[in-house]
């Protein structure tokens, strides 16, 4: 192809050619960065929105979470204590059932929040394995109170799952 152009077209008109290909390219990877960027940005303040809706009147630690569902939806959930404290739901399975409860699926995000200022936190154990339950390739943002944030996996936080490929027959 590049031979059939250099051939049809004069040296100048293959250099913009060029020129602008390469400008097209440039434009694409910083729009696609920007639009990466701007979920994620999207993602944290949609946790940090539903922090502030937990209802926590025993611990009184708030957390909050968003799931970004492969579609682009993104769907929150808090914390929810209950007196009798194993009746308690975390904010990350309370996104799940909500998102499963809409018809949601496959996941590729969540971030998570809570009150603590001077380390990231993760999920739990029972909502670590719940988040396997749909996939093993989530991007987790571990975000601070002030919406600074920690990417890591989801692989990461539970190396050597127990996941539904076990429980396939052979």
């Not at 999920?123 to 988040?131: E, K, N, S, T």
């Not at 996939?135 to 539904?164: H, M, N, Q, V």
Request: hydrophobic share 45%; proline share 4%.
């Amino acid at each position: 192809m590049l031979a059939y152009l250099k051939n049809t077209l004069h040296e100048g008109a293959l250099s913009q050619l060029c020129t602008i290909s390469i400008f097209c390219i440039l434009l694409f990877s910083i729009c696609w960065m920007l639009t990466d960027d701007m979920a994620v940005a999207e993602l944290v303040a949609k946790c940090l929105q539903a922090r502030e809706l937990a209802y926590c009147p025993y611990s009184h630690f708030p957390v909050g979470a968003a799931i970004l569902t492969s579609g682009g939806t993104i769907i929150t959930g808090c914390n929810v204590e209950n007196a009798s404290y194993g009746l308690t739901v975390c904010a990350e399975r309370t996104a799940i059932q909500r998102a499963v409860a809409e018809g949601h699926r496959s996941f590729t995000a969540i971030a998570v929040t809570c009150d603590i200022k001077d380390s990231f936190v993760g999920p739990c154990g029972a909502c670590r394995q719940v988040l396997m339950e749909f996939g093993t390739e989530w991007d987790i943002y571990l975000t601070k109170p002030d919406g600074s944030y920690k990417k890591t996996s989801l692989r990461d936080l539970l190396p050597l799952a127990f996941s539904p490929a076990h429980l396939a027959k052979d």
